[in-house]
Structure formats: C-alpha cells, structure tokens
T-cell receptor, first 113, second 114 residues
C-alpha cells in the first residue's frame, strides 16, 4: 500500500500571501489530521477531518482552515501568512476510529519570508 | 501551554547503552500514550503505546514505563544502536470522544555513538 503523500514538499511564500497544502491518505483511510511541527514545540494539532467533516480542532487562529473531499484527500489553507507560520506541516491518516495509529506523511516545509 | 512535557531535549548514548526519555502530563483525562519515532526527512512513525491500566509495556528493545500517580511515563531503549538515532516524541490523547487529537511532547533528539 502506498503511504501518505503530501504536496508540495517545499514552499516559499511571503508575508500576507496564502498557501494551500495537499494530503492524500493511505487507501481506505477515512480520517486525516494535520499538525504543525516547529523546533522546540514538537507537533501541534491543527484539525482532523472524517467523512468530509471537521470533527476536531486545535488552538490555531481562523487563518488556518482545511477541508476533506469525498475521496478522503484533504487540503489545508493558511491565509495572510505570517513569519511565524514557517514550519513543517504534517498530515496523518488513520482508518477512522479513535485513538488510532497515525500514519504520517513526509510533510510540507513552508518558509515564509 | 505544553500539555505534555518531554525531557531531555537531546541525548547522546554509546552503542549498547540504555536511552531514557521522560514525559510528564497534568491532565488526568489522558488515557492513551503513544511514542513516535521520526527520522530526518520522514514523518513520525508509531513505535509503541500504552494505556494507564498497565505500568509497563515491552516490545523488543523498547519499553514504556508508566507511573499513573506521578503522571509520568518514559521510554527506555535497551542496547541502543546507531540506527536508533532519531527524534522521539511522546504523545497523549484523552478519550475516544476526542477521536485522533493527540498532544505531543517537544521531542528528544537521540544520537547513538558507535
């Protein structure tokens, strides 16, 4: 089975711009979660989608949003980028239950200048 | 505010030695504690997990020790190998109603010297 794929792998944006990141889960997985990884902070939960519905969210501002499509692929969007948004954004998929093993993709490295 | 505190930030161990990484939490609603291993350029991968109804879980060279009263848990890597050099994250989640929302520690970068 193919693993979780994320595109693009690297992005450079400037402050004020917006960005869209994409995640394709493992085939058959219906839950997709997004995390922001920064040095010293570890991974911080952004949100989780299941069956095209957000069923959990972390403590991030409304500039961070996401969606999930009927094929379980997910996108996250960050509007009005700030320097502090520079991070590795990780997507994880699981079958769709609770407290499941999260299968992470390699991440998208975002640099905001 | 970090819900799960992890230490040390970095760790150097000689080949064959024991690596110990510690995590602490405050929220007693946490009931599932996984550990993830991350290699450079890769996403984290589940290593081992424990629930608070047991005090220890062992899988090969990896052991989780859990102290419910102290609200602490730790990862022990026995006979550490250079291939174990990676960043390790502890995590916690609270209840099945929170689905897959995990709180991660800040990570420990382990370097095993040959």
């Amino acid at each position: 089975k193919a693993g979780v794929t994320q595109t693009p792998r690297y992005l450079i944006k400037t402050r004020g711009q917006q960005v869209t990141l994409s995640c394709s889960p493992i085939s058959g997985h219906r839950s997709v979660s997004w995390y922001q990884q920064t040095p010293g902070q570890g991974l911080q939960f952004l949100f989780e989608y299941f069956s095209e519905t957000q069923r959990n969210k972390g403590n991030f501002p409304g500039r961070f949003s996401g969606r999930q499509f009927s094929n379980s692929r997910s996108e996250m969007n960050v509007s009005t980028l700030e320097l502090g948004d520079s991070a590795l954004y990780l997507c994880a998929s699981s079958q769709g239950g609770s407290q499941e093993t999260q299968y992470f993709g390699p991440g998208t490295r975002l640099l905001v200048l | 505010q970090q819900q799960v505190k992890q230490s040390p930030q970095s760790l150097i161990v000689q080949k064959g030695g024991i690596s110990i990484i510690n995590c602490a939490y405050e929220n007693t609603a946490f009931d599932y504690f996984p550990w993830y291993q991350q290699f450079p350029g890769k996403g984290p991968a589940l290593l081992i997990a424990i629930r608070p109804d047991v005090s220890e879980k062992k899988e090969g060279r990896f052991t989780i020790s859990f102290n419910k009263s102290a609200k602490q848990f730790s990862l022990h890597i026995m006979d550490s190998q250079p291939g174990d050099s990676a960043t390790y994250f502890c995590a916690a989640s609270m209840g099945t109603y929170n689905f897959n929302k995990f709180y991660f520690g800040s990570g420990t970068k382990l370097n095993v010297k040959p």
